[in-house]
């Protein structure tokens, strides 16, 4: 896990790269070089007008939001802008869905702007449905309240991108921009088909770098991994007591009985004994030193809750790592990699437009319902122990099958020659 990659500096040779700063600066210069360039070759008067709003946003991003999500130490220093793990691999997924797309194009001579302006607004459709499926799933759990809590909701640097959600909003971004250019849908989703899987891939990576999607904990001989305090994955064991050494009788988190106390655990220490009942544990933030990285979580303060007392665990008294878990990002990564590749073999052989499309869909389907067994980051929705994603998964299945079926009853039709 690594959620912060590394620090884009606040100043530099004692000056400011936010703000009224280097940057900026060296913005308004490329500006006027531009203008100078545009006069230079005669461009209209009005043509040059209708670029400024680009160059006045780029300006306002530089001198009001970057300096507004700088990272700070516990003395409110400014220490530089955070690059995330989590948003590179994302970037880099998309990049790459879009590059092979532009390459598979080019073989059935699509050209290459109009798989490029395809790749991007399927892109920012996939990502807001992405995040608006993440948001109505976990909005309980967002600080704040109002503006400042949507605020929070749409931290996409900060992980919390929904699959499902993300397949939704690219397929109508993609379908609405066929529509446009007078593409025929079958086929194009066929050709993206491959780079969505591959960007899924680094998506994944990314996940395993915030701490987000993880595995439950894993008993058997086989690949786990742990993660540092603070993290998603240690932050639950810590409100389910495992982490703390309390296994519970009848249920696997509080409220419940003690059934077991690990000795020298952390809960041992505290007090906790088999057989105390346990009403619930509380997290609370605690106040970080000035010293402490910036970049690593606050650490919290652990409030289990017995009858008629109240057990305080300071994160000092607790361990530094998780109990090792399924490693289901890896998983995930390697899965859609795979498909990825089945995917890029299948495109030219299927004899109607669509096929391959619906074979992806259909294959991601099954193996997400199956690799959500490993993960524990979602309950069951239902009155069932299927997670929404498992749901979710089960209705695409359905959906890509009835898809396959009415396709091979259709004429056999392939608008594009697949090499």
Same mark, same amino acid.
């Given at each position: 896990?690594?959620?912060?990659?590394?620090?884009?500096?606040?100043?530099?040779?004692?000056?400011?790269?936010?703000?009224?700063?280097?940057?900026?600066?060296?913005?308004?210069?490329?500006?006027?070089?531009?203008?100078?360039?545009?006069?230079?070759?005669?461009?209209?008067?009005?043509?040059?007008?209708?670029?400024?709003?680009?160059?006045?946003?780029?300006?306002?991003?530089?001198? &009001?939001?970057?300096?507004?999500?700088?990272?700070?130490?516990?003395?409110?220093?400014?220490?530089?802008?955070?690059?995330?793990?989590?948003?590179?691999?994302?970037?880099?997924?998309?990049?790459?869905?879009?590059?092979?797309?532009?390459?598979?194009?080019?073989?059935?001579?699509?050209?290459?702007?109009?798989?490029?302006?395809?790749?991007?607004?399927?892109?920012?459709?996939?990502?807001?449905?992405?995040?608006?499926?993440?948001?109505?799933?976990?909005?309980?759990? #967002?600080?704040?309240?109002?503006?400042?809590?949507?605020?929070?909701?749409?931290?996409?640097?900060?992980?919390?991108?929904?699959?499902?959600?993300?397949?939704?909003?690219?397929?109508?971004?993609?379908? &609405?921009?066929?529509?446009?250019?007078?593409?025929?849908?079958? %086929?194009?989703?066929?050709?993206?088909?491959?780079?969505?899987?591959?960007?899924?891939? &680094?998506?994944?990576?990314?996940?395993?770098?915030?701490?987000?999607? &993880?595995?439950?904990?894993? +008993?058997?001989?086989?690949?786990?991994?742990?993660?540092?305090?603070?993290?998603?994955?240690?932050?639950?064991?810590?409100?389910?007591?495992?982490?703390?050494?309390?296994?519970?009788?009848? +249920?696997? =988190?509080?409220?419940?009985?003690?059934? =077991?106390?690990?000795?020298?655990?952390?809960?041992?220490?505290?007090?906790?004994?088999?057989?105390?009942?346990?009403?619930?544990?509380?997290?609370?933030?605690?106040?970080? +030193?000035?010293?402490?990285?910036?970049?690593?979580?606050?650490?919290?303060?652990?409030? !289990?809750?017995?009858?008629?007392?109240?057990?305080?665990? %300071?994160?000092? %008294?607790?361990?530094?790592?998780?109990?090792?878990? =399924?490693?289901?990002? !890896?998983?995930?990564?390697?899965?859609?990699?795979?498909?990825?590749?089945? !995917?890029? =073999?299948?495109?030219?052989?299927?004899?109607?437009?669509?096929?391959?499309?619906?074979?992806? !869909?259909?294959?991601?389907?099954?193996?997400?319902?199956?690799?959500?067994?490993?993960?524990?980051?979602?309950?069951?929705?239902?009155?069932?122990?299927?997670?929404?994603?498992?749901?979710?998964?089960?209705?695409? %299945?359905?959906?890509?099958?009835?898809?396959?079926?009415?396709? #091979?009853?259709?004429?056999?039709?392939?608008?594009?020659?697949?090499?």
């Amino acid at each position: 896990m690594r959620s912060t990659l590394f620090y884009v500096p606040h100043e530099i040779a004692g000056f400011p790269l936010f703000g009224v700063g280097l940057l900026l600066g060296c913005l308004v210069l490329a500006c006027l070089a531009w203008i100078a360039w545009r006069l230079a070759t005669k461009t209209p008067i009005a043509e040059l007008l209708s670029a400024l709003p680009v160059w006045c946003v780029a300006a306002a991003i530089i001198a &009001f939001v970057l300096p507004s999500i700088e990272q700070v130490t516990g003395t409110g220093e400014p220490i530089g802008l955070p690059i995330r793990g989590y948003g590179v691999m994302v970037l880099l997924g998309f990049l790459s869905g879009i590059a092979i797309s532009v390459y598979r194009g080019r073989q059935i001579g699509l050209p290459d702007d109009t798989v490029i302006g395809l790749g991007f607004l399927m892109m920012l459709g996939g990502v807001l449905g992405a995040r608006i499926f993440y948001v109505v799933q976990k909005w309980q759990e #967002f600080e704040g309240e109002g503006l400042a809590k949507l605020a929070e909701a749409f931290k996409l640097t900060e992980g919390g991108l929904v699959i499902y959600g993300g397949v939704i909003g690219g397929l109508v971004a993609g379908a &609405f921009y066929c529509y446009r250019h007078r593409l025929y849908v079958p %086929a194009v989703a066929d050709l993206v088909a491959p780079g969505f899987l591959l960007g899924l891939s &680094f998506g994944r990576v990314g996940c395993l770098l915030h701490g987000c999607c &993880f595995g439950g904990i894993c +008993t058997a001989d086989l690949p786990r991994i742990p993660f540092p305090q603070g993290s998603g994955p240690y932050q639950m064991q810590l409100l389910d007591g495992s982490v703390l050494g309390i296994e519970f009788a009848q +249920t696997r =988190h509080p409220p419940g009985r003690v059934d =077991h106390v690990a000795t020298d655990s952390a809960a041992a220490q505290a007090g906790v004994k088999a057989g105390d009942w346990v009403d619930g544990i509380l997290l609370s933030e605690m106040e970080p +030193t000035p010293e402490r990285d910036p970049a690593l979580p606050p650490p919290l303060m652990t409030q !289990i809750e017995l009858p008629g007392k109240h057990l305080r665990i %300071a994160s000092e %008294a607790t361990p530094d790592w998780s109990l090792p878990l =399924h490693p289901t990002q !890896i998983y995930a990564s390697l899965n859609a990699l795979l498909l990825c590749l089945l !995917i890029w =073999h299948l495109q030219p052989l299927p004899s109607r437009d669509g096929v391959a499309f619906c074979i992806a !869909i259909l294959l991601y389907a099954l193996s997400r319902f199956l690799l959500e067994w490993v993960r524990s980051d979602e309950a069951g929705q239902l009155g069932t122990s299927l997670t929404i994603s498992q749901w979710v998964s089960l209705a695409t %299945a359905c959906l890509a099958t009835v898809g396959l079926i009415l396709l #091979f009853r259709s004429p056999r039709k392939r608008v594009f020659v697949w090499r």
